[in-house]
Structures are given as C-alpha cells and as structure tokens.
C-alpha cells in the first residue's frame, strides 16, 4: 500500500509524516507520535476514549483516518496544559474528583472543552446531551458533570476556592 505524506498542526506545532492511506489516527498518535494520552479502548466508535479536537470538532480517532486529518488542527489531551500549568478544565476535572482511574478522563476533557468553546453556559441536561458518546465505569458521571460546570464558571471568570462544592 503506498503511503502518503501528510501535515496537520498537533498542538499547535505543524507535524509531517507519512501514512498509509487505511491507518488510523489513533495509531498514527500513539504510536508514531508517541502521544498515549489518546486512548485507545472499543476500536468501534462506542466510548469515547480516544476523543481528541479536530478543527475544534470531537472526533474518535478510532474512526478517523490519519490522511483526512491533513491540514487540519489536531488538539489531543497533552495540547491542553500551557507551560506545564493544567487548563482550566483539567483543573476543575481534578477538584471535582472526577478522574478515577483516568483511563476515559482525556476524551472526556476534550468533548468538555469542545462544549464549553461553544456554549461556556450549559445546562445539566446540556452537558449531558454533549458527553453522551463518552463512557466511565468509575465515576457513575456526577463528579463529571459537575467537573464540566465548575469548568464553565472558570472560564466565564467566576472563579472560587479549591476544592469548594457548589
């Protein structure tokens, strides 16, 4: 199979490589770029783990292949944190205990941030339509959710201490 050269932004830094034209982006991060925060989990489109940002949009890197990320941007979980500072939604993430394991927390932080980027205001029932595709078997979801409003309060400037519950 003859392989393709392509280039996209990867965190704000432009990457050039070639791939084959049936490989997967979820490969093509892990382990051609060495980013593992991407998870790879279901291999069907059914959890969401391996969420990342393409052109601002969630997408399942599962499902996507690497050549139809070609000039676009691409924001995976270790594009968030700025000068080793955590975003604001990783942040609220940590607060609100809603981590546990961590093994779907990276997808669930970037569907968050696709969220917030297009309505810093959600309601619950927003935010629940929005993380649907996004599957946890340890928090039961309440500490997500509230990790998502606590984020939206962040990044709309109200800003209260560490660890406070609403």
């Known amino acids: 199979m003859k392989s393709k050269r392509i280039r996209f932004k990867l965190n704000g830094e432009w990457v050039e490589l070639e791939v084959k034209p049936n490989e997967l982006l979820i490969n093509v991060?892990?382990?051609?770029?060495?980013l593992t925060?991407?998870?790879?989990?279901?291999?069907?489109?059914?959890?969401?783990?391996?969420t990342?940002?393409?052109?601002?949009?969630?997408?399942?890197?599962?499902?996507?292949?690497?050549?139809d990320v070609d000039g676009k941007e691409v924001v995976t979980i270790e594009g968030l944190a700025k000068n080793g500072?955590?975003?604001l939604i990783q942040r609220a993430f940590i607060e609100e205990g809603?981590?546990?394991?961590?093994?779907?927390?990276?997808?669930?932080?970037?569907?968050?941030k696709a969220l917030l980027e297009?309505?810093?205001n959600p309601s619950e029932d927003e935010i629940?339509?929005?993380?649907?595709?996004?599957?946890?078997?340890?928090?039961?979801?309440?500490?997500?959710?509230?990790a998502?409003?606590?984020?939206?309060?962040?990044?709309?400037?109200?800003?209260?201490?560490?660890?406070k519950s609403d």
Not at 37 to 50: D, L, P, V
Not at 56 to 64: D, I, K, M, R, W
């Open 148 to 163: 998502i409003k606590r984020a939206s309060k962040y990044i709309r400037g109200r800003s209260y201490s560490v660890f």
């Open 118 to 120: 297009e309505n810093p």
């Open 85 to 87: 500072e955590l975003s």
């Open 52 to 67: 990342v940002l393409v052109n601002g949009e969630p997408v399942l890197a599962c499902l996507t292949l690497a050549v």
């Open 98 to 112: 809603a981590i546990q394991c961590g093994f779907c927390t990276p997808g669930f932080i970037l569907v968050s």
């Open 128 to 146: 629940k339509e929005y993380i649907r595709g996004n599957l946890c078997r340890c928090t039961g979801y309440v500490n997500i959710i509230r």
């Open 29 to 34: 991060l892990r382990d051609k770029l060495l």
């Open 37 to 50: 925060g991407t998870k790879y989990s279901c291999g069907i489109g059914e959890c969401g783990a391996c």
